[in-house]
C-alpha cells in the first residue's frame, strides 16, 4: 500500500520550454501533495504544497508563475516548469498524505529535469 | 522555523556492526519524526517513524529513538548488511510542515 508514481522519470527539455510532471497516488486518496527539489548530494527542500480543489502554498523563493502547481484530484498533482533554464535542472520529487494518516508523507520515485 | 540538523553527514562501518544517525530539531511543537532511506537516482522511502508520546520505537533492526526535552532523536541500525548502503534523512514535522535533515550517507563495507 502507499504507492506513488511519477511520470516521466526523466526528461530533457531545451531552454524556454515547458515541462509537466505528473504525480500520482495509487491506491490511496491523498488531500494534501508536496513537490520538493532536490540538487545532487543535498536534502530535499520542500518547494509546495498543495491540497486538493485549492491553490497551491509555495515556500519562500519559489516563484509560483515558474512553478504551476496543479491538485484537480485527490489521486493527481501536476508540477509544469515553465520556461524552463538550465538552472532548474533537478531532481523533482512528489509526496503525498494519505487522507485517513495525518502524520505521514509517502514519496514518489522522483523524476530527473535536464534543460539544456 | 524548524531546523534540522543531522550527523554524522557521512558514516562508515563494516559490515555486521551497528550504524547510530543523530538529528536535533529546534521546534518544541514539532510531533512526527519520520527517518526516510534514499538510494541514488530514487525516491526517500520511510524506514520508520515516531510521534512525540513516545520514547523509543523498533523494527527488526531498525529503532528510533527520540527525546522531547532535549530536542533529539536518533536511529540505530544493528547487523549492518552492504544493502543498507544509501542516504538516511531524517525529519520533523508538525502539521504540513516537514523538514529535512542534511542526510547521512551510509557506507556498509562487506
Known amino acids: 500500500g502507499a504507492v506513488v508514481s511519477q511520470h516521466p522519470s526523466w526528461v530533457i527539455c531545451k531552454s524556454g520550454t515547458s515541462v509537466k510532471i505528473e504525480c500520482r497516488s495509487l491506491?490511496?486518496?491523498?488531500?494534501?501533495m508536496f513537490w520538493y527539489r532536490q540538487f545532487p548530494k543535498q536534502s530535499l527542500m520542500l518547494m509546495a504544497t498543495?491540497?486538493?480543489?485549492?491553490?497551491?502554498?509555495?515556500e519562500q523563493g519559489v516563484e509560483k508563475d515558474k512553478f504551476l502547481i496543479n491538485h484537480a484530484s485527490l489521486t493527481l498533482s501536476t508540477l509544469t516548469v515553465t520556461s524552463a533554464h538550465p538552472e532548474d535542472s533537478s531532481f523533482y520529487i512528489c509526496s503525498a498524505r494519505d487522507k485517513g494518516q495525518p502524520y505521514e508523507q509517502y514519496f514518489g520515485p522522483g523524476t530527473r529535469l535536464t534543460v539544456t | 522555523g524548524e531546523n534540522v540538523e543531522q550527523h554524522p553527514s557521512t558514516l562508515s562501518v563494516q559490515e555486521g556492526d551497528s550504524a547510530v544517525i543523530k538529528c536535533t530539531y529546534s521546534?518544541?511543537?514539532?510531533?512526527?519524526f519520520p527517518w526516510y532511506k534514499q538510494e541514488l537516482g530514487k525516491g526517500p522511502q520511510l524506514i520508520i517513524d515516531?510521534?512525540?508520546?513516545?520514547g523509543e520505537k523498533k523494527d527488526q533492526r531498525i529503532a528510533v529513538t527520540l527525546n522531547k526535552t532535549a530536542k533529539h532523536f536518533s536511529l540505530h541500525i544493528t547487523e549492518t548488511q552492504p544493502e543498507d548502503s544509501a542516504v538516511y534523512f531524517c525529519?520533523?514535522?508538525?502539521?504540513?510542515?516537514?523538514?529535512f535533515g542534511a542526510g547521512t550517507r551510509l557506507t556498509v563495507k562487506p
Open positions: 521546534d518544541s511543537a514539532s510531533n512526527y
Open positions: 515516531i510521534r512525540s508520546n513516545v
Open positions: 498543495s491540497n486538493e480543489g485549492s491553490k497551491a502554498t509555495y
Open positions: 525529519a520533523a514535522s508538525q502539521n504540513n510542515d516537514m523538514r
Open positions: 491506491d490511496f486518496q491523498a488531500t494534501t
